[in-house]
C-alpha cells in the first residue's frame, strides 16, 4: 500500500487542535465522510453552471480540508473557488480531476494517520 501520510500537513493540523488527538481523529472521520459528499456536489453544481451552490460547494469542501492539512486539496478548492467567483466554469471543471485525485490521496493519508494512532504524534 502506498503510504500518503505526507500528503497531510501533521503538525499544522495538530497545532491547530490545540494538540488534542481525540479531536483531530474525530475531524479526520468526518472529513473522510463529508469531503467526499462535497465533492460530489461540487460536481454536480459545476456541471450545471450554478454559481451560488458551487462557490458554496468549493468553500466548504476548501475549508473541510484545510482543517486536516490536506494542504494540496485545499490549494486547489481555493484555486476553484475563486474560478468559480470570476464565474468560469470551464477552468473550474477542467481542475476536478486534479482535485479528485488529491483528495482521494489525502484521505487515504488521513486514514493511515488514524490506523497509526497516537504515535503519530511521536516526531
Do not use: N
Amino acid at each position: 500500500m502506498t503510504d500518503y501520510r505526507h500528503e497531510i500537513d501533521f503538525k499544522s493540523m495538530m497545532e491547530r487542535l490545540g494538540g488534542l488527538w481525540d479531536l483531530a481523529e474525530e475531524l479526520a472521520s468526518m472529513t473522510m465522510t463529508d469531503a467526499s459528499i462535497v465533492l460530489g456536489q461540487l460536481k454536480t453544481s459545476l456541471t450545471q453552471e450554478d454559481l451560488e451552490s458551487a462557490h458554496r460547494h468549493a468553500h466548504s469542501l476548501k475549508g473541510l480540508v484545510a482543517t486536516v492539512g490536506c494542504t494540496r486539496c485545499e490549494a486547489t478548492a481555493s484555486r476553484i473557488e475563486k474560478l468559480i467567483a470570476a464565474g468560469d466554469f470551464e477552468t473550474s471543471r477542467s481542475l476536478l480531476p486534479e482535485l479528485t485525485l488529491q483528495l482521494d490521496q489525502s484521505l487515504q493519508g488521513l486514514r493511515q494517520i488514524i490506523d497509526d494512532g497516537q504515535s503519530s504524534l511521536q516526531p
